[in-house]
Each structure stands twice: as structure tokens, then as C-alpha cells.
């Protein structure tokens, strides 16, 4: 089966394969307890939370047995742990995978159809493709492999592409992904913050992307959230594994660069120069933007921060 060729794009997140549910009763603790282990280890290796299609408790954990009716099964031992789990204390958890500020992989969900073992799925095992991260499944003989076979069909290709995913269902796996989790480490080590981007962004950023003189005083105020968003964005573009159409942007609407007083927030500076930036990238949370310049092979990147005034 063939292999998906893009560069790795580093994401701090794992997804959850919800078809390796229901379990067995008679092994299901057993399971949960190698499954605890598996996203602990995944966490020590820089994936520090896990995305679902739903939240865990909607989950069928046994066939026709709800979250709660297992829950209330278990043993006290159990239940404890399984309550830590499901607050966010063994591994953070966030539904769904793809999330409102994800539209360039939302678009990719829509322009894709995806399947496994010839039936369609559009949850974890379409999702790893998608942010090319890897899926995390419970044990069993069916999920016993470091990789999964899926197919992929886009929406103007006759035949379906096989594709194959990585996947983890016990901490063995984890050695077939180390370029993975090398590229994890490589994009960790840099530790770029709030506090040292202005100092370091030359070397953060060395080929494509020029931070403006104004963005120096935006990120001492800018959202931690918004900032690691941002910066993600950014490296996937440095890195050229992606390219900044491959994001949700557009140029300001007519009115708006007409106008004087609606230019002049979207004035900002290059080689001492102030230039009129349009075009603005909008795949960020909370309504917020990253106003950019492209200009002899650089993108100059002149606001961070929350939608300009249109007055």
C-alpha cells in the first residue's frame, strides 16, 4: 500500500481511532490500562494531548453499553483512573479533530472521501491523513499493525488512492515513527515565545517569513493562544511545507482600500517604508488575523492580533 509522500507537518496532537471500539468486556480494564500507558508515553515524546470526533463519553465502550453504564462496572481502582483520564489529568483531550480555526483541513475533509476496510469513515483514520499525525487505537488483532491501510478518493479523481496511516495501539509501535518524533523534537528545541521571537527571529525564521517593526510591541499583548497559532502557521510556511494560499486568506474588500481611514490601521512598515497590507490570513481562533506582504520571494508579516477597524 502506498505511503502519503507529504513533508511531516509537526503537530503537537495525536487522534483517536474511535473504530477500535467497542471492546470485550472480559478484556476491556486490561485494555484501558496499555492504552493509559501508550498516550503517557506519547505525551514523554511531545504529542501532549489527543483529539476525538466526540467527546469520550458519548463513546460505546462495550457493545450497547454506554460510557457511564461501563463506568459504573468498573471497580473503584478503575473508576478513579478512568475519571482522570476523561478530566484532562492523564493526557489532554479536545473534540472534534478538526477544529473551527482549522479551515484549511476542514476544506481538506470536504474535498476527500476517505474509507477503510470498503467502508467510509471520516473520524480518526481520515483525520491522521489529514494533519499527518498518528492514530491511536486500542489493542487488538485488528489494530495490531504500526501502520493502517485506508483509501482516499478526492473529489476530481476517478480512483481511490491508497493511503497508509501511522498508527500506535501498544508503545512498541512508536519505534516505526521516529523520523515523526524526531521532526517533534527539532520544531521543539527551538522554544519559540512571546518573550523571544523578537530577539531570535532571524534565526527562527531565516528564509521566507520578515517580521514588520510593529509586530515587536503586538506580541508583548497578543493572546498565548493566538501567538502559538500564529507561529505554527508561519514555520509550516518557513519550513515550506506549506505555502500561505494553503491557508484561509483574502485581500480587504474595495471599500475598505479605498478608504483613507480603513487603509491607515493596514499601514506597516517595510524597509522604513509604510505599505497598505490587504491580504490577511484568517485561519486563526477567535476572529483574529495576521495581516501579510509578499514582496521578492520574503512574506512580510506586519499585524498579529484582533480584527483591524473597518472605520
Not at 476572529?287 to 506586519?302: A, L, P, S, T, V
Request: glycine share 4%; aromatic share 10%; hydrophobic share 35%.
Amino acid at each position: 500500500m502506498g505511503q502519503s509522500t507529504r513533508q511531516i507537518i509537526v503537530v503537537d496532537f495525536s487522534v483517536f481511532n474511535e473504530l477500535s471500539l467497542p471492546l470485550n468486556v472480559r478484556t476491556a480494564q486490561a485494555k484501558f490500562g496499555l492504552f493509559f500507558k501508550l498516550l503517557e508515553k506519547l505525551s514523554d515524546k511531545g504529542l501532549n494531548q489527543i483529539r476525538m470526533s466526540d467527546n469520550f463519553k458519548n463513546y460505546s465502550i462495550l457493545k450497547d453499553v454506554t460510557f457511564y453504564q461501563f463506568l459504573g462496572q468498573a471497580d473503584r481502582d478503575f473508576q478513579t483512573r478512568l475519571k482522570s483520564f476523561i478530566n484532562n489529568q492523564v493526557i489532554k483531550i479536545s473534540n472534534p479533530i478538526i477544529q473551527e480555526e482549522d479551515s484549511e483541513q476542514r476544506k481538506a475533509q470536504q474535498v476527500s472521501k476517505y474509507s477503510y476496510d470498503n467502508n467510509p469513515t471520516a473520524g480518526g483514520l481520515a483525520c491522521c491523513d489529514i494533519w499527518d499525525t498518528i492514530a491511536v487505537s486500542f489493542d487488538s488483532d485488528e489494530w495490531g499493525n504500526s501502520n493502517i491501510d485506508i483509501q482516499k478518493k478526492s473529489i476530481d479523481e476517478s480512483a481511490n488512492t491508497p493511503i497508509s496511516v501511522k498508527h500506535a495501539s501498544k508503545k512498541a509501535h512508536l519505534s516505526s515513527h521516529q523520523n515523526f518524533f524526531n521532526a517533534l523534537e527539532k520544531e521543539a528545541k527551538l522554544g519559540i515565545t512571546k518573550e523571544n521571537l523578537w530577539l531570535k527571529k532571524d534565526s527562527f525564521f531565516p528564509e521566507i517569513i520578515v517580521f514588520c517593526p510593529e509586530i515587536e510591541q503586538q506580541i508583548k499583548t497578543i493572546d498565548k493562544t493566538i501567538f502559538t497559532r500564529a507561529i505554527s502557521i508561519l514555520r509550516d510556511i518557513e519550513r515550506k511545507q506549506k505555502k500561505i494560499t494553503d491557508f484561509n486568506c483574502s485581500p480587504e474588500s474595495q471599500t475598505v482600500s479605498q478608504k483613507p481611514k480603513s487603509k491607515k490601521p493596514r499601514m506597516f512598515t517595510i524597509d522604513g517604508k509604510k505599505k497598505f497590507f490587504t491580504k490577511h490570513i484568517k485561519s486563526l481562533p477567535d476572529n483574529n488575523r495576521m495581516y501579510f506582504f509578499e514582496k521578492e520571494n520574503k512574506i512580510y508579516i506586519g499585524y498579529i492580533g484582533k480584527h483591524l477597524p473597518l472605520k
